[in-house]
């Protein structure tokens, strides 16, 4: 029986890292959670939402429009973190989805 499920996606970086939204989208929910530290929810329509974990600063407010680009936060080791890195987990309809589907995927 699975009892610490990680979906999404790590990536190790430098702490103070920025961290860029992927896509453009609005900020639904930022908080600071036991497991995934300092978190910010993008919502970019259409079910899709994004969850940056681990941030060493909060850089939007709910409410916040995001350009595709537009920098969230910075990377950091906050939550249940054993050094300083990006999770980005990707939901659609609620569903989890695999990030690494839109890596590499959008042509301008």
Not at 9 to 37: C, E, H, M, Q, W
Not at 65 to 78: D, H, S, Y
Not at 95 to 108: E, K, L, N, S, Y
């Amino acid at each position: 029986e699975e009892r610490n499920p990680h979906s999404g996606l790590d990536f190790a970086a430098s702490r103070g890292t920025s961290i860029k939204a992927p896509a453009a989208g609005k900020v639904i929910l930022v908080g600071d959670y036991f497991f995934n530290g300092k978190t910010v929810f993008v919502d970019h329509g259409q079910g899709l939402i994004s969850m940056f974990c681990h941030l060493s600063v909060i850089g939007v407010k709910v409410g916040d429009e995001l350009p595709r680009g537009g920098v969230l936060g910075k990377v950091g080791a906050t939550g249940r973190a054993t050094g300083p890195h990006l999770h980005w987990n990707v939901s659609l309809n609620d569903a989890r989805v695999d990030p690494a589907i839109f890596i590499g995927a959008f042509t301008p």
